[in-house]
């Protein structure tokens, strides 16, 4: 009787282990687009500078694009973005229907957080086809959450060898995000040579390219994917970094300081501070040696959490690298992939006895 017990529970806890191995999946690797990078890299320089050949550029991009992740980005976090700054509503709301009549989806939040700020005045310009729009929208992001996943990409380094086991950074977006996003921001001389770099994104789908994670499955999932990756590459699992910016430096934390994923570190960019970490945590954490590289904005509007965290750092014994960027608000600052680096060798220095 204790033997088919015994062997109902190892049945039992293998279907889930295999539910949960279906729910979190690899995609093919995707080097981003080196014209796009360009792009973007252009618009950045002009965006205040001039409004008018940046919705040049971009609706010329347009025509040459054809991915939908990219054309993704062009509709909803460049042209409407710019024609609502330009208060040309009507223009702003037309790019936007041109890209659902292509099967585009975007992040929308309506209610006392309404997002993107401009969504009172599309409302203003026509009433019933506004409803129709959200509607619309509403529809298509429900579908594709029918078929979503926690997904998974791994850059390995240039002129990777087999035989060799390198170090990991796991990088996870904030509260929305995608794994092109995190790919553009993480992205640097030394994370490309020396580092495998596993790439996270939650399986909610909130825009074509926007998504977030489960808020409460969601370690579950990563801790999955993280099993997979080290069975799958030549990971050092003593030499593993855990990242993210926000929300995503928030489940950082969490998975670090509670030693769910072993790390050697943490690299955290503007991180929201976790509400649930006990003093028990931070000592265990420091006991184990942890390393915390915290990079913020002093007009970030969390600032004041991440001062409080790099205060629990210090009173218990994390060694830590906090950076505050004057006129820096909830953002990478400039020359991020610098301090990336930077970080990164904080990390690993051996210390000095």
Request: aromatic letters at 12%.
């Amino acid at each position: 009787m204790r033997t088919l017990l015994v062997l109902s529970v190892l049945m039992f806890l293998s279907t889930i282990n295999s539910s949960l191995a279906q729910e979190v999946v690899e995609l093919p690797f995707v080097p981003l687009d080196s014209n796009f990078i360009k792009l973007s890299s252009t618009l950045e320089e002009i965006d205040e500078a001039d409004n008018s050949k940046y919705i040049e550029l971009c609706i010329n991009a347009l025509n040459k694009f054809n991915n939908p992740n990219i054309r993704y980005d062009l509709i909803y976090w460049k042209l409407a973005i710019q024609y609502a700054k330009l208060k040309q509503y009507d223009k702003c709301f037309e790019i936007l229907k041109k890209g659902q009549d292509e099967g585009q989806y975007y992040f929308i939040r309506e209610g006392d957080r309404e997002y993107p700020s401009y969504l009172k005045e599309l409302k203003k310009q026509n009433k019933n086809e506004y409803t129709s729009f959200i509607k619309q929208n509403k529809f298509l992001i429900e579908k594709a959450n029918k078929s979503s996943n926690t997904e998974y990409m791994i850059q390995l380094p240039s002129g990777s060898n087999e035989k060799k086991k390198y170090p990991l950074l796991l990088v996870m977006h904030g509260g929305i995000g995608s794994i092109r996003s995190m790919q553009s921001n993480y992205n640097s001389p030394k994370l490309n040579n020396d580092y495998i770099v596993a790439f996270f994104q939650g399986s909610i789908m909130q825009g074509t390219n926007s998504r977030s994670f489960l808020r409460e499955n969601w370690r579950n999932r990563v801790e999955e994917g993280f099993k997979q990756i080290i069975q799958k590459y030549p990971i050092d699992t003593s030499q593993v970094i855990l990242a993210g910016p926000s929300a995503g430096g928030a489940r950082a934390l969490l998975l670090g300081l509670r030693n769910i994923i072993p790390a050697k570190g943490l690299l955290l960019s503007y991180a929201v501070a976790p509400g649930d970490l006990d003093s028990l945590t931070y000592i265990d954490a420091a006991g184990r040696g942890i390393k915390i590289a915290l990079i913020c904005g002093e007009n970030d509007w969390a600032i004041k959490q991440q001062k409080e965290l790099a205060y629990k750092f210090d009173k218990y014994g994390i060694q830590n690298r906090f950076v505050v960027f004057p006129e820096k608000g909830h953002e990478f600052p400039d020359n991020w992939s610098y301090y990336l680096d930077t970080s990164l060798e904080f990390i690993f220095k051996k210390n000095e006895n």
